[in-house]
């Protein structure tokens, strides 16, 4: 039988919750699975390292999108299992991989489901799965974490979001796997493992998550018109046809920037700095996905 575990943050929740999780996976046939939470999704890293090392070969993650991308860091290129529980509030990689949102439909998908491998992004040193990003999309993110958005769900997200568009733009320079590619102004700098965003959008239409390379794209946007035509362009999938966008793929990407600017994986914010190394690691994860239908 499959040695499981389940790295939970206690804090996020969906269905019945953490009781339900233990009901469902005893039903199945785990009453007593490895079992560890946290209150904060920094702290699930070690947690979800102790179960590889203690012999879990499937984990169960129960989180948002900061509890996912930590256990993603701490154990890509272990021989081990990753089944996403979507507890959060965008809960990316959940839906970019279609992982149903019910617990039970869930924890199925993780122990009957297919393997998939994977490649992740690694930004200054750190593993993301899905995003990351520096400049306006991190401002987002930053200033909706927390309370804001423990009380408004993805609503806190429009609200960060239109201050975001009033950020100053920033002089970017960009070199893409060691050649110069841009230099001007900019409020974005997104990079892409997969394509969509909640409700459909797609950011990178042509993103793979097994091809070997990032999804680069940088937004020159300067007010907050601009942007509304940028977004407007993003919500009909015709973003890359925007003359306020950029967009190329990449396998190393260098950044430096003429100040200290907030960035972002796979929405969690992190502190400035003026330089951006990213790159690819190829098939670096092995996560649970929906059975293909015949």
């Known amino acids: 039988m499959t040695s499981i575990a389940v790295i939970a943050n206690r804090k996020k929740t969906f269905g019945g919750g953490l009781v339900e999780l233990r009901k469902v996976l005893a039903e199945k046939g785990y009453p007593d699975p490895l079992w560890y939470e946290a209150s904060k999704s920094p702290k699930t890293s070690e947690l979800a390292r102790r179960a590889v090392k203690e012999g879990a070969e499937l984990l169960f993650i129960w989180g948002g999108d900061g509890t996912v991308q930590r256990c993603v860091d701490a154990v890509a ?15 990316l990689l959940a839906t ?3 992982i149903p949102n019910d617990v039970s439909g869930a924890v199925d998908v993780g122990l009957f489901g297919d393997r998939r491998r994977l490649d992740v992004g690694v930004l200054n040193g750190e593993r993301f799965a899905v995003m990351a990003g520096v400049g306006f999309d991190a401002i987002m993110m930053r200033d909706a974490d927390g309370e804001l958005k423990g009380h408004f769900g993805r609503l806190a997200y429009v ?3 239109a201050r975001a568009t009033h950020m100053n733009p920033r002089k970017i320079k960009i070199e893409i796997d060691g050649e110069p590619w841009f230099k001007g102004n900019a409020t974005c700098v997104l990079f ?3 394509g969509t965003l909640p409700g459909g959008i797609e950011v990178f239409p042509d993103a793979r998550p097994d091809d070997g390379l990032l999804e680069v794209g940088v937004v020159t946007a300067e007010n907050a ?3 509304v035509r940028v977004l407007s362009r993003l919500v009909a999938d015709e973003a890359k046809h925007s003359p306020l966008t950029q967009m190329t793929r990449a396998r190393k990407v260098r950044i430096t920037l003429d100040r200290p600017t907030t960035y972002e994986l796979d929405g969690g914010a992190r502190k400035a700095t003026k330089k951006i190394r990213a790159r690819i690691e190829r098939g670096a994860i092995t996560v649970c996905v929906p059975k293909k239908q015949p």
Not at 79 to 84: E, K, R, T
């Open 225 to 227: 018109f601009q942007w």
């Open 96 to 98: 970019n991989l279609q």
């Open 77 to 91: 290129g272990k021989a081990v299992n990753l089944s996403i529980l979507p507890a959060g509030t965008a809960n």
């Open 159 to 161: 609200w960060t979001g």
């Open 192 to 194: 892409g493992q997969m």
